[in-house]
């Protein structure tokens, strides 16, 4: 079954992606799908909409530092809407808020912010377009990279992620060993 919990729509000033349910390892491939492909078309600037989730793990943590140090490199940013204090509170602990502004009172979208919402609204009740589930091992390699990025950012999180870390490398090598390198 595909990830449902994102929708996403390009404004004039960027794409919005709205997560209507907890941002986790299930629904952060979907997430990176979405970013990339607008980075790889020119897009640079992002807005993750976290009014509707009740809270982050590390895996979709992760994953939106990678996609915020993706546009960065290209020239843009990331932001995030609407985080309640406890996934700010988990964002900045991990550092997050060196690469990613969370509601930043002066952005021009804040103007806007429920025309946008209604937007993404009205698409969820039509439907759209989602990404296929990733398979067992696309999975440990998504988190795997997710918590190595983490662990890139700071040395508080290079102790707290390296052994996870290694478990799910352990993990590949076992499974391409026994069955292979399979995507």
Not at 110 to 126: G, K
Not at 142 to 167: I, K, P, Q, W
Not at 169 to 176: A, S
Request: aromatic share 6%; proline share 3%.
């Amino acid at each position: 079954m595909a990830d449902t919990s994102l929708r996403y729509h390009e404004f004039g000033d960027g794409m919005w992606i709205r997560c209507n349910s907890r941002g986790c390892f299930i629904n952060s491939p979907t997430l990176k799908a979405i970013a990339e492909k607008y980075i790889e078309h020119g897009g640079q600037h992002i807005v993750v909409d976290l009014e509707l989730c009740p809270g982050v793990d590390s895996t979709f943590m992760g994953t939106l530092a990678g996609i915020a140090r993706r546009c960065m490199g290209a020239g843009g940013s990331v932001e995030v809407a609407g985080a309640t204090e406890r996934t700010r509170g988990a964002m900045e602990g991990l550092g997050l808020d060196m690469l990613i502004e969370i509601d930043p009172p002066g952005a021009a979208w804040q103007q806007d912010i429920a025309t946008r919402r209604a937007v993404l609204a009205q698409e969820e009740a039509q439907g759209g377009e989602h990404e296929e589930p990733l398979s067992e091992m696309q999975r440990t390699r998504h988190v795997l990279e997710a918590h190595n990025t983490l662990r890139s950012m700071n040395s508080e999180n290079d102790a707290a992620f390296g052994y996870v870390c290694e478990t799910l490398q352990e993990d590949l090598m076992r499974h391409e060993k026994q069955y292979g390198d399979e995507s």
